[in-house]
């Protein structure tokens, strides 16, 4: 069976509940998640193999983060134990014209102290198809970025299939780097990159900002400048996302393989239990999608907009939804029907 | 005062909190519910006088079972206890475009192992004006339906009304018979069957199967063939229910008296806390509404369509509403105001 | 800094959780509110300062009152400790087509057996620029009435502005006053009051009822007649409100200046989190914004219906809401997007 | 089968959790409770009969108490509806060297505003051969003192057994009155007094305090002080409880029928899960051990203790412990094993 | 490393929450839990290669199981999914006087209802030095019961230690066979029994019943009739357990090698958070100390001793207990301190 | 009246709820704390004046810190805001032989990072009479050593009381540095000191190791060491406390004053629910007791002893409890009745 391997860092997420504000939450819900690790839990969740590789502190809570990826049927035989702390995020999670708040606390964590050399990756991914990673982990610190690449570049000689996340975070890239100074010749290695044009343009210090980048007709010569940049790229791929508020969602999205843009029909999402980790529900659909034979890419970006609209109605970080349960969304049933 | 007796089984319901998957259940929240106990529950918080008939076992789950009824008032004098165990379901209650996920336990239950002669169906009946029943419990097992069949004998014996809600449960009829073996002769003595065009055809083992069921005007066609094989038949109504997401539903109903087809007007629901048992609730407003006097067809219809979307406002099986509060929706507040 | 003295009482609410009804509860969240208290606290979060004075018993349920007005930071150096008993309401929340209901058991309070004198309200309003009532404390006891207009009298001769909420609570009025006997000799010292015109009308005696009073055009003629009445007048207002359902409602305001009517834009608020003390949170709105400088009507009232809406989000009485999360709204924000 | 009807009051219950204190509760867990209901629960419990009559206002409050009865199958066919409130208490339930902490807000509740008429005695006490009232309710107010010694002279008419537990509530007795002012003319026609000795003295006004009353041989010449003024009396019997904390205690009991003294061996209990309501556990054990054929004194107050001490292990007022687990203590099984 | 292949039954454990009582129950708390899988985890904790082999239902309750397992890393590579349903206990946690209640709800069970042949025993138990069973499986079902022996045959052949743990529970045993007509064919291939010698005796048929079995002295007698009916024998093993109440325990226990009777010390365990599975702790720690090189059988019954200590502070049915925790209990550090 | 300034950290805690462990937990409740916060909490309950000093990054949960300040009344006017975190702990609260568990997240927190200059300890000081500081604000960082060294030298220029909490925290002094570097010079300005006879000798660099320190007849000639490295040194104390188990502590206590040891009787605590803080009550009660006027020593260890006692039955870091509480125990009432 094929094997995905993602890469990045997992994090205690302590989020309030009843859609309560930091000033009146008296206790918070424990999950653990991060965008790299959500995909992972896809991939497993649609069939597919799927390890996640990561740096946890040697304590009860880098243990409790194994526990969820053990309990996932998650791979994490490489998961390296040491460094201070387990990054948390605080979340408060908003409804209707209320926007959901962050607080980041990662910080050095046992992830972003990681350093080139700490892992071998050539045994690691000795048995692997595909390599995935995203903007978050260069954005930790230094060293992380450096420790990326490293992954990376052997992931590339290996002859993996790379897919990237752009996964633009503004609270982080604290360590004195801009994405510009850091992507563009990570991104080079990537086969797919997932993020929208502006991201991409951004991080690769493009100057071109589309005015309309969600008309299909536009996109093309836009994203050939990024492929020009990236010369392993095959795919383009971005979610789109129009936020009636944050209890409503419309969603679609864009594959665009270098010829041919595929647009998948927007969906209604309301209301909306949790809306993190619903880009990388997105990237797992499509990995799935992409892996799937005989490959279809329309049937690939839709699978990845169905997965994308379920998580908005899953509790926590990743999407636990089956192979089933999407197929049912792209055959046409919306009408959450009680089976019995 | 009439009285209504309703005879079924009662569960223990087990549904996860906060729309959490099965997976992510911790907990589980316990109310005890059931198609025809809904329906006893309903007619009590109307003003009418109700029992319930059913057997539970002799330990604490069937004594919670009994305080449960006791509690709303449904009268439980002739509950049985005997048997093994207390039929349970899991309930994973979906929302936006998930559906709702129910795992039945109630094989071997102590309903589902009850046999005819039992019940002492003279003397429970005696004082009754109305039986109801579903086909749930002939779906139990071999003999549940015949002790059900013993009962609408004697009901009918007797002189009583006898309403039937076709409750299809595709999870059920696991011994070894079809609705169609059973049904049909069961459903002779009924005189009000609630259920749709689609199946009463099936359980009736008609062929017909009708392409545009909820268009009114292509009904009286349809039902008439029921008519024929039902000689005791008086009306056959039956929810219409758009289903925009598991969240959001439209709700409307049809009342047909064998001449005229009544039709409620649509009512809009978002969101829906909790959707099972709104069909009990539409049967259970219809029965109160056809023993009003004067008798007013349509606005029993109504009362059944404001009933069952009040329903989807309340947590757990059974409708808590008052007869007050499904008037005032009658009257055309939907505005959802604070009384204070 | 410009100081804001709220009068009024506050209550011990105690709401059912997960919208159950009293039936279904088994426990009671406990929060802190009243409609005076809950304008000092928005006032306090948007900068201002803000002063709430009342009476509690001297209890451990009067002293967690003063823990809450504390936390907020709302100054409560004046708050008398004496009489028996903190007001309670019991709330059930409604949602979708079911309304919330209300149980009041505030008879015999603290607040409600206050009396003239007990307050030296030269002192207190010493420092302040600005009173605000309602039609609340009125409602309780004639002595509580008395109470009140003791305070706006004091407050007018020190030159503050009074601001009045009508906010008229049909189950309070007891004891044997009708709002016509009482308020309209304490409403002469307002400068600014916020209710619809109907509700002005039956408070002030004033015959006349308007049939289609949510007209801009027709306001002006309503509203004079008010002002005649009230020769301090300077502002009229009310919120606009559309209820959909209990979980759905549009939002809009209106403010008149004795000559110009200004009109906010509806806006959606679905779903619905917690409706008590939007009304509270657009007065501590309108009162910021006429407040700010250089004085921008419009603007006002804006930010009012801004933060009414906002707090349909939060759940208990009071706005905890910024000034920048409202400000993000006026600049036409509502995506509801993850802030990380 | 003898019935045994209580009178009394039936409050709201609102505690805070995990042993919080007033001023860190965020919810507070309702039940309901009172002292007469509870001893009514404990007969239904053994399999006695038993009718419980009070007044709760006709609000949703008053409902759930109903609720509470009919679910407990606690007769409530004479429960009036009317004035204006349930009455309520707070309670902290303490641990180790910490106390409880009780806030009564029971003030102008139904039942303290009942008056002397309002039941109609003679129908309600027809069939029953037991009426058991306690001091609580003549401390309430005046009216409800009456409306107590009414129905205990009916009662005495009727020949029932009337007992009575002194229950003295010093935080009550607020109208004026001192227990020695009503009680004594009302215990003149008990039959059974349940109390400490230094309490019935008090309340009988005698100048009597025995310094040494838990020594048996002393209680004969004191209790027979109390015969004296009591000339119905047949029996007193109190429990003796040695506080070692707030979360052990030591148990025992005392029986007096006037000529001899029983005594029973005394039980540990720790930890402590609710001390409320544990002298209403004996009070109904009991009752229900005085009304076993053959009377059997010894083991009446054995059976008395061993209820009182497994209350302690029942969240709640009222005391949910079978018949069956009483005796598995009198016979010597406190090992608390599994059944399994 | 050495690894242990144990063999049973995996429930869903639902317990009431507090102490509460199944009639105060709205939720219960879910687990997973079985004697032979509590020591598979056990071991794990302690750093030894555990496998689970049952059989669960092909459903989300039996995925949660095998979540459980996962997460606890304990190997379930050969747990089979077929038949109709996962059993269910249901468990009210006693205190104080007051005893735990289970109802078991595991009739008709997948693991009930396995057949001999299902497993390849000898694929299954290749890698494995250890295999243990319980009383439990044969207590099941006949097909159970053959299942188990089949098991237990291979086992012996491919010459595995067996270890047996009584585990004679009354409730079951109820498919028309006694223990002693099943288990002394299956106690001949045992190395290692736990269980009190009056359960040996039951279950093997013999007359003897010890009056005073917990003294030392006399045990070598009646443990060497059990070595002579059961050949391979070479350890006997009991928890001696002095319930105080249901939240005071004094545990110790004794190892008998067919020579020398180990007796541990006893300890107290005040106050029980959990005392279900407390004797698979014991048998997990014994199992880990009969492991340990250079064997040092005091040591061995000591480490099961206070394991079985620690699981009574533990919720849910299986010891979340480190091999460090424990050894610092043998090293005498009862103190509890904080660790900071 | 006096104003006792504290300075130091507080955390935000994430406490393990009913006992579970880490790998349990689904949720955390959150609570503040801190040692030196903690006592000023204590004082403000006992009536005196208390300001806390302390940096709190510039986010909500900086925020929620300070709203805990507010709404337990200790001053919070110099708090200051910035640095880049608040610091964590995780708590897992042990029971009977089970220890808690304490895992630190507070490395770079904002208090960690603070540096000397940071504060106007002239200003902040100028209206105290008594300044608090603990040992772990130097174990944090360097430069919170200087930055806490710095503080105490104003306020011996302004001739405050100086106590000091020895507070040794193994986890903490990971910058380069032993106590016995720091601790002397800033121990010289020290008037009261807490901790036990070991600790103060290893934090001062003394060699003595006291093999009996709880005997009183050997602690002067030990004590009177200490007394002469630091010459402002007026009194010594320390609790004694005997562990029988997580949940069961003797707590007892020492004074000296350089002539004469005071000793309190031993209290016995069981059931524990926090004994996180316990020491800080300590602290608390013995600041309150040493500014009674008249001065009482023994009656100021007594009441230390008693607010320790008590601690350990509150939820939570400080001690919520008044000092009429305190009291009730000084008086001998350990019973635990409730009050009603």
Redesign the interface.
């Known amino acids: 069976m094929k094997k995905v391997v993602t890469f990045g860092e997992i994090l205690l997420r ?1 989020s309030t ?14 999950t653990y998640g991060g965008g790299e690790f959500n995909v992972a839990v896809s991939l497993v969740n649609y069939g597919m193999k799927a390890e996640f590789v990561t740096k946890v502190p040697n ?3 880098g ?2 983060a194994i ?2 990826m ?4 998650v791979d994490c035989q490489n998961v390296m134990k040491g460094g ?2 387990l990054g ?3 979340l ?1 999670t ?12 990662r ?2 964590s046992s992830m972003s102290t990681l350093k080139k050399g700490e892992f071998d990756w050539k045994e690691i991914l000795k048995d692997a198809t595909w390599f995935h990673w995203s903007g978050i982990t260069p954005a930790l610190s230094e060293t992380a970025a450096e420790a990326c690449f490293e992954a990376i570049k052997v992931a590339h000689e290996l002859g993996l299939t790379i897919s990237t996340d752009l996964n633009y ?3 982080l890239w604290n360590y004195g780097k801009q994405p510009k100074d850091v992507m563009p010749e990570m991104l080079k290695y990537s086969n797919i990159i997932l993020g929208d044009i502006d991201t991409a343009n951004f991080m690769l210090g493009l100057d071109k900002v589309d005015p309309d980048y969600q008309e299909v007709h536009t996109l093309p010569a836009l994203y050939n400048e990024v492929f020009k940049l990236c010369p392993e790229l095959k795919y383009m791929s971005t979610t789109l996302r129009y ?6 969602q419309r969603i679609g999205g864009i594959l665009y393989d270098g010829k041919e843009v595929f647009k998948a029909a927007v ?7 949790d ?2 980790g619903s880009g990388d529900a997105f990237m797992g659909g499509l990995i799935y999608g992409l892996n799937e034979e005989p490959l279809d890419k329309q049937r690939a970006l839709n699978f990845a907009v169905a997965a994308c ?2 998580k ?5 970080d990743y999407n ?2 089956t192979k089933n ?1 999407i197929e ?2 792209l055959d046409g049933d ?7």
Not at 243 to 248: G, M
Not at 267 to 273: D, K
Not at 312 to 316: D, E, K, R, S, V
């Open positions: 302590l509940d009843r859609h309560l504000r930091f000033a009146q939450a008296e206790s918070y819900k424990a304590n009860e809570l243990n409790c526990h969820e053990r309990k996932l049927d201070d702390r948390i995020y605080f408060e908003g409804t209707s014209t209320r926007a959901s708040n962050v607080i980041y606390d910080a050095n975070r503004s609270k936020s009636v508020s944050a209890s409503h969906q209604e999402v309301t209301p909306v239990v809306r993190v609209c379920l908005h109605t899953i509790y926590g636990l939804i349960e049912k969304l919306f009408t959450g029907k009680v089976s019995r």
